[in-house]
């Protein structure tokens, strides 16, 4: 059975802003995985609400609209075994409180809102975010 698969990896802003962009990747490299097709960009107003838009109309929508396009962001396509359950075990909880001292979160993370990397959360979320990134995922 193979479980190659892809996923998509975002270093927001405050991960590119406070210079761990390296730590972060070097993590997902150290953990054997190949990093593809990797962009620095500067995420549009109208690329993160169709990348958030099952969050549109939550109380913290545009608070997550104005971070993620706040400046630059490192993002990535992650290919390996098990890649999207793993990277979300580096990444570490959504609220740094939460996540596993060695994780990503839990070592560099200052609040939920601001929690450096974002990773797909499951191979159909992966095939949509890869597509809104980097065009037809099928050709990465």
Do not use: Q, W
């Not at 601001?114 to 990465?140: K, M, Q, W, Y």
């Amino acid at each position: 059975m193979d479980d190659s698969e892809k996923t998509l990896l975002i270093i927001k802003p405050d991960g590119v802003r406070r210079g761990l962009v390296g730590e972060i990747l070097a993590r997902v490299e150290r953990k054997g995985y190949r990093l593809e097709n990797m962009t620095e960009m500067t995420i549009s107003r109208e690329l993160a609400s169709k990348h958030y838009a099952e969050h549109k109309g939550k109380p913290f929508y545009d608070d997550l609209i104005d971070y993620i396009t706040g400046g630059p962001s490192v993002v990535a396509i992650v290919h390996g075994e098990n890649t999207i359950e793993n990277l979300r075990m580096i990444m570490g909880a959504t609220d740094p409180l939460d996540a596993t001292p060695g994780s990503i979160r839990g070592a560099y993370a200052t609040s939920v809102t601001h929690n450096l990397v974002h990773g797909s959360d499951s191979p159909e979320s992966a095939e949509r975010e890869i597509g809104l990134f980097f065009g037809d995922s099928r050709t990465c």
